[in-house]
C-alpha cells in the first residue's frame, strides 16, 4: 500500500463500536480455506470450520470473552510460510493466533516481527519451550505459558484484549474466561515472566494475565499505543491530501498538516494514552517547522519534513504497596 505519508516514533522511556484492529485465527488445512470475516460463530462454521475444529474453538473462546471483539477472522493454509502470510497482512486484522501443532510457531512469529502493525499471541505449555518453539524477541510477540491449553489460553488473552478499546487496559490482571488459572509456585512465575512471557493466575477469585510483556520485555500496551498513532496519524494526513485539491507549501498549508497531529493528541489523550501534568493538563507537543525554514530542495520536490510531536506516555500501575497503622487504647 503506496503512502504519502511516513510517521516515525522514538520511545523515549522516562525515568522511575469495533476498535481498532480485530483477531484473526489461522490454521494449517490440507486444502485451503479462504480468509473471512466473521460477527458470529455461526459464521465461523459457514466460512468452513466445524464446531470440532480448533478454530472453531479458539473463535469460541474469543466471543465468550468478557469484552469480546466485535468481529474475528478466520483462514486455513496450505502452507504456513512466509509467502503466504504475506497475503494476509494487507488485511485489517492486528491479533494474530495460531491453532494446531503442526505451525511453525517461530516461522509466523518471524514474519509478524516484520510489519508495522500486527501483533503474534501464541501458546506454549512450558517455559522451556519459549525458546525453542517461538524464538523471539519480537515486540509483536505475546507468549502465554499454559499447561494444558496453551492455543485457546493465547486465544482468550488476543480476544480480551482486541474487545479492549485501544489504551484503555494494560496486559496485565487481564480477566480471562473460559480458561482455568496455572498453580504454579513463585519461582515458576519468576521463570515465565524472566522469558518476557506471561501465564494466567487467580487473583481475588478471577483468572488474570500475570504479566503484560511482549518478547522485547516492553510491555505491550506501549507498543499498542505506538502502533495507533502512527496510525492514525499516518490515515488522517492522507486522507487530508486525498480530500484537499491543493494544500498551499505555506504557512497556511503547513498548519492545516499540524491540525491533524494536534488532532490525533487530542484522540490519544482522551482514550488514556497520554499522560497529564499536575495541572490536569495533556503532556504533549506538537510544532510543525515554517515555510521559512524548510530546505529549498525539499520545496522544489514538494516534500515537507518539518512535523514534529512528542508526548508522555500515561503507563499504567501494575504493582502497589501500601501502608497502614494500628492504633491501640
Known amino acids: 500500500?503506496?503512502?504519502?505519508?511516513?510517521?516515525?516514533?522514538?520511545?523515549?522511556?522516562?525515568?522511575?463500536?469495533?476498535?481498532?484492529?480485530y483477531p484473526l485465527i489461522l490454521s494449517k488445512s490440507e486444502s485451503a480455506i479462504a480468509y473471512a470475516e466473521c460477527e458470529s460463530l455461526d459464521e465461523v462454521v459457514t466460512a468452513g470450520f466445524a464446531a470440532t475444529t480448533d478454530t472453531y474453538k479458539a473463535a469460541e473462546i474469543m466471543f465468550a470473552q468478557k469484552n469480546p471483539p466485535a468481529k474475528i477472522?478466520?483462514?486455513?493454509?496450505?502452507?504456513?510460510?512466509?509467502?503466504?502470510?504475506?497475503?494476509?497482512?494487507?488485511?485489517?486484522?492486528?491479533?494474530?493466533?495460531?491453532?494446531?501443532?503442526?505451525?511453525?510457531q517461530s516461522v509466523v512469529a518471524t514474519y509478524v516481527a516484520g510489519t508495522t502493525d500486527k501483533m503474534y499471541f501464541t501458546g506454549v505449555s512450558a517455559t522451556a519451550d519459549i525458546a525453542t518453539k517461538v524464538n523471539s524477541e519480537s515486540d509483536r510477540v505475546v507468549v502465554v505459558v499454559h499447561s494444558t491449553n496453551a492455543d485457546l489460553a493465547a486465544a482468550a488473552v488476543a480476544g480480551e484484549v482486541a474487545g479492549n478499546t485501544v489504551g484503555s487496559i494494560t496486559y496485565k490482571n487481564l480477566v480471562i474466561k473460559g480458561i482455568d488459572a496455572e498453580n504454579l509456585s513463585e519461582t515458576a512465575?519468576?521463570?515465565?515472566?524472566?522469558?518476557?512471557?506471561?501465564?494466567?493466575?487467580?487473583?481475588?477469585?478471577?483468572?488474570?494475565?500475570?504479566?503484560?510483556?511482549?518478547?522485547?520485555?516492553?510491555?505491550?500496551?506501549?507498543?499498542?499505543?505506538?502502533?495507533?498513532?502512527?496510525?492514525?496519524?499516518?490515515?488522517?494526513?492522507?486522507?487530508?491530501?486525498?480530500?484537499?485539491?491543493?494544500?498551499?507549501?505555506?504557512?497556511?498549508?503547513?498548519?492545516?498538516?499540524?491540525?491533524?497531529?494536534?488532532?490525533?493528541?487530542k484522540d490519544a489523550y482522551s482514550k488514556?494514552?497520554?499522560?497529564?501534568?499536575?495541572?490536569?493538563?495533556?503532556?504533549?507537543?506538537?510544532?510543525?517547522?515554517?515555510?521559512?525554514e524548510q530546505d529549498e530542495g525539499d520545496i522544489e520536490k514538494r516534500k515537507y519534513i518539518g512535523g514534529r510531536f512528542a508526548f508522555t506516555l500515561a503507563g499504567a500501575i501494575h504493582e502497589a504497596s501500601i501502608t497502614g497503622e494500628i492504633s491501640v487504647i
Not at 86 to 101: C, F, I, M, Q, S
Not at 208 to 227: H, L, Q, R
Request: charged share 20%; hydrophobic share 40%.
Open 189 to 265: 512465575i519468576t521463570a515465565i515472566h524472566t522469558a518476557h512471557a506471561i501465564t494466567l493466575l487467580e487473583k481475588a477469585g478471577d483468572v488474570v494475565t500475570s504479566e503484560g510483556f511482549v518478547m522485547s520485555g516492553e510491555y505491550a500496551d506501549i507498543i499498542d499505543c505506538k502502533d495507533y498513532i502512527i496510525s492514525q496519524l499516518t490515515y488522517k494526513t492522507q486522507k487530508l491530501l486525498n480530500n484537499t485539491g491543493k494544500i498551499p507549501y505555506d504557512d497556511k498549508g503547513i498548519g492545516l498538516l499540524e491540525n491533524i497531529a494536534v488532532d490525533v493528541m
Open 272 to 292: 488514556g494514552m497520554i499522560a497529564e501534568d499536575e495541572n490536569g493538563e495533556p503532556i504533549y507537543t506538537v510544532s510543525y517547522a515554517l515555510r521559512s
Open 1 to 21: 500500500m503506496a503512502l504519502d505519508v511516513k510517521v516515525t516514533i522514538s520511545l523515549l522511556k522516562a525515568i522511575g463500536s469495533l476498535n481498532w484492529g
Open 73 to 104: 477472522a478466520v483462514c486455513g493454509l496450505a502452507t504456513v510460510d512466509a509467502t503466504n502470510l504475506a497475503t494476509l497482512t494487507g488485511k485489517g486484522w492486528r491479533h494474530l493466533v495460531t491453532v494446531g501443532e503442526d505451525i511453525t
